[in-house]
């Protein structure tokens, strides 16, 4: 083959590319999505997503299929997508750890902000603050009087570098200026597991994980770290309503990779508002302890506003703690 | 209520026909993922959860448990008949399932395995039934040192595997625990040994490793000679036990069940440690120990309880605590959530239904799986009669796909090359595979509960021996170290571990 004809084939590709991509973007989908879950299956953010795929699935009239890419705290799977073909065909579902990334590894291969078309939020999960069920105080106030009197000697378990519960114990520490003994475990069923035996005092885990156990009497309930009570859980008391200046939720976002077509973001977009109206999400998420987040949320600019804001905001807290992933 | 009626409603809700149709679709792609290298049970049951949507609760959850427990019945196929462990636990039933095969006792050793794990299934099955919540309470008194001083109990009496050099097997189980070390530091976040790999940030693949050093050494070490291959068994005797291997079953599979049972209950884990115990004690135990190694019907029978009755156990935390005790037991939880049904403590009382019917679906499933198995040990015996220039290749291909389809971590099939490569290595200095499997799962674990109880005692090293179980457990161990040193003993020891190189 001599230089003319690869020249000549190359731009026939080029051109039959351009072509096929004005064709995608209306007809889209004509195959199969794929939705990387950055986290193992079976884990609340996998929940999350495979709720919400079965449903747009049915909208979209193409499989969204959920692919589980774990490891290095969720920064393989998002690397990933930043890296994929911006086809609208790989999208990225993510939590909040999508705006810790960027300064607990500082060495991260992507930018969340400028690799990524953000799509929408989907759900901001409640955290509650729990502990041992033979844990002395009993009220979230005494709660924060025994960790400021006894500071170190209060174990906070956490589910691992950059988990939720992590980052819930770094804002409880900076509210109540002191420092805890913080414990990792290898995910959110292990560290559990030693809180219903006794074997560690307290954590600040997702109501995902600890509403059956708080229902149960497992364990002890302090508060909830949303701006309202929980559905399932009307009488444990917000953060808020204790006088704690501590609010955080485990927010969940659907992203596409730079670049994506708009029609296909906005296709996309309204595919995902709807799913958000669907009954059995609503009710699995009931049971969950969430609510979807509202259409107006469900957005792109809203996305885009959220993450901004929460990466800076992290930056701020991760720094002062001093904790790193890499 | 009471345990008759319990029963009788989990009996009525498991035989429901399309409830018998699940559990038997469980139960046979459970047995296939687990022959097939690569593909264990957490593969299969993360691509079967989202057609798990449309069944009913208790339909998809049998299910979800059947691919689980037949899983085990399956993963023994492997590495009995080509050396290929698809998990920890059947590592040790390579060991000497391996070698009968190569004996001509592929037969004998396949049926041990399944009769072993249908007697050991049951029996977990009951305690499930009969004792389930104080078990599950009992388990929790297990903290960090505890867990602590049971591996370095399990490590301390794992020397065993070995059927060499003593030294060498400890140099493997060191080598192990190295490479266990890779990834990021569970504690600081501080990747080890990674090499600016992120893709290594999780650590090694179990299964890469395994299918590394044991199947594709073995294959390497089958090349070099032609003609003096013996990975083809000659011929093969019997399918069927003879009364005498019935008699040297019988007290190996009731010490692997007891064991595997304790062990399977323990959420930080035991289930783990039950095969490898069970060979170590049934090594220690036998009148025969140098028979280990080279096709000791034992050597299956036990572990294989062992690994049963732990895999059946284990759902015990799960069903009574919302806890899961494995990566697996992790997936159920999800599978729960997505019907609709948060696991814990009250899935007993709310959905009795749900709850006993599931229980009673594990022994339907165990039964089938033993009606299932037997009549394919012919077939699996037959498998050794392909061709091995066709057979092996294909086991390769089928296991860096099963590797890579965990994941989607190209790492993970990186990884079957270059262990497959240090595996042949390591064979030819006479160094044994199983000691540093062995090394690898439990040195994690070891430095896990090691500093997180460091953490927690805030950095008082007594607390290891002021815990009363943790005590006991340290105890023994110190008891097996001077057991292994005493003189007499040693002279003993000497005819053991006969240098067989």
């Known amino acids: ?326 | 209520m009471d345990m008759i009626a319990s029963l009788s409603l989990g009996f009525s809700v498991a035989l429901d026909p399309m409830n018998i149709l699940y559990c038997f679709i469980g139960v046979l792609l459970g047995t296939l993922v687990g022959v097939l290298p690569g593909i264990g049970p957490t593969a299969t049951i993360a691509m079967l959860l989202p057609i798990t949507f449309s069944l009913s609760p208790a339909g998809a959850l049998i299910m979800l448990a059947g691919i689980y427990y037949g899983a085990q019945y399956g993963g023994s196929t492997t590495a009995i008949l080509i050396n290929l462990p698809g998990e920890s636990s059947s590592a040790v039933t390579a060991i000497d399932g391996y070698e009968m095969a190569k004996k001509g006792r592929a037969g004998p050793a396949l049926a041990t395995a399944a009769l072993g794990s249908f007697f050991a299934g049951t029996v977990g099955t009951l305690l499930l039934a009969f004792f389930a919540p104080p078990l599950a309470r009992a388990a929790l008194n297990f903290g960090a040192p505890e867990y602590f001083a049971l591996i370095v109990l399990g490590l301390l009496m794992s020397i065993a595997l070995a059927h060499g050099s003593i030294l060498k097997a400890l140099g493997m189980i060191v080598l192990g625990l190295l490479l266990g070390m890779v990834g990021q530091d569970i504690y600081t976040g501080q990747p080890r040994f990674t090499m600016g790999v992120r893709e290594l940030y999780s650590g090694l693949n179990f299964v890469s490793v395994a299918v590394g050093v044991f199947g594709v050494a073995e294959i390497l070490r089958n090349l070099e000679n032609e003609k003096g291959r013996d990975v083809m068994v000659k011929a093969v005797k019997n399918l069927w036990l003879t009364k005498d291997d019935f008699k040297r079953i019988i007290a190996p599979v009731l010490r692997g069940t007891a064991l595997g049972s304790v062990l399977g209950i323990l959420p930080g884990g035991g289930h783990i440690l039950a095969s490898f115990a069970s060979y170590s004690a049934e090594k220690r135990l036998s009148k025969h120990p140098e028979e280990f190694g080279h096709g000791a019907i034992e050597g299956v029978a036990g572990p294989e309880s062992a690994n049963n009755a732990a895999a059946q156990t284990s759902f015990i935390p799960l069903m009574t605590l919302g806890i899961p005790a494995h990566p697996v037991m992790a997936l159920m939880v999800g599978a729960f959530i997505l019907q609709g049904i948060t696991p814990g403590p009250n899935v007993i009382n709310d959905q009795p239904a749900l709850f006993w019917g599931i229980i009673a679906s594990m022994w339907i499933g165990n039964v089938m799986l033993v009606l299932l198995n037997l009549p394919l040990i012919g077939l699996w015996v037959k498998l050794l009669s392909i061709p091995y220039r066709a057979l092996f290749p294909a086991i390769v291909l089928f296991a860096c796909i099963g590797c890579y389809s965990i994941n989607q971590n190209i790492y993970d099939v990186y990884a079957i090359a270059f262990f497959g490569v240090l595996g042949y290595v390591l064979m030819r200095f006479g160094c044994e595979p199983a000691p540093l499997l062995l090394g690898f799962v439990l040195g994690p674990l070891l430095e896990e509960h090691l500093r997180r109880a460091m953490i927690i005692s805030r950095g008082d090293a007594t607390v290891f021996i002021t815990r009363p179980i943790s005590a006991t457990l340290l105890g023994l161990a110190v008891l097996a170290v001077v057991i292994a040193v005493l003189p007499s003993i040693r002279r003993k020891r000497k005819e053991v571990f006969v240098e067989d190189d």
């Open chain 1, 1 to 326: 083959m001599n230089k003319n004809t690869v020249t000549l084939a190359a731009s026939m590709l080029a051109a039959g590319l351009a072509f096929s991509g004005t064709v995608l973007a209306q007809d889209y989908p004509t195959k199969p999505i794929t939705v990387v879950v950055p986290f193992s299956a079976g884990g609340p953010t996998d929940t999350v997503a495979r709720l919400i795929a079965e449903v747009m699935s049915q909208d979209l009239g193409q499989q969204v299929v959920v692919q589980n890419v774990g490891g290095a705290g969720g920064t393989l799977g998002a690397g990933q997508v930043a890296t994929a073909q911006a086809d609208g065909y790989t999208l990225l579902l993510h939590h909040i750890g999508m705006s810790t990334a960027p300064t607990l590894y500082r060495s991260l291969p992507y930018d969340p902000t400028v690799d990524f078309a953000p799509i929408g939020l989907i759900t901001s999960v409640p955290m509650t603050l729990v502990a041992k069920k033979d844990f002395e105080p009993t009220t979230l106030a005494e709660l924060m009087d025994y960790i400021k009197a006894n500071g170190e000697n209060v174990t906070y378990a956490h589910a691992g570098i950059g988990s939720a519960s992590q980052l819930c114990g770094m804002l409880l520490m900076d509210a109540l200026d002191t420092q805890m003994t913080t414990v990792p475990y290898q995910g959110a069923g292990p560290a559990m597991t030693d809180i219903i035996g006794g074997q560690i005092d307290m954590i600040c885990d997702q109501s995902t994980n600890t509403t059956s156990q708080i229902q149960a009497g497992e364990v002890k309930a302090y508060a909830v770290t949303t701006a309202a009570r929980l559905g399932n859980l009307p009488d444990l008391p917000t953060t808020a309503e204790g006088g704690l200046d501590l609010q955080i939720g485990v927010w969940h976002g659907l992203y596409a990779p730079a670049g994506t077509d708009a029609a296909i973001i906005t296709k996309l977009e309204a595919a995902l508002q709807k799913a958000l109206t669907d009954e059995t999400v609503i009710s699995r998420f009931a049971e969950l302890g969430t609510v979807p987040v509202t259409a107006a949320e469900a957005t792109p600019a809203a996305l885009t506003e959220l993450l901004t804001s929460q990466i800076a905001l992290w930056k701020g807290v991760i720094e002062a703690a001093g904790v790193y992933a890499d």
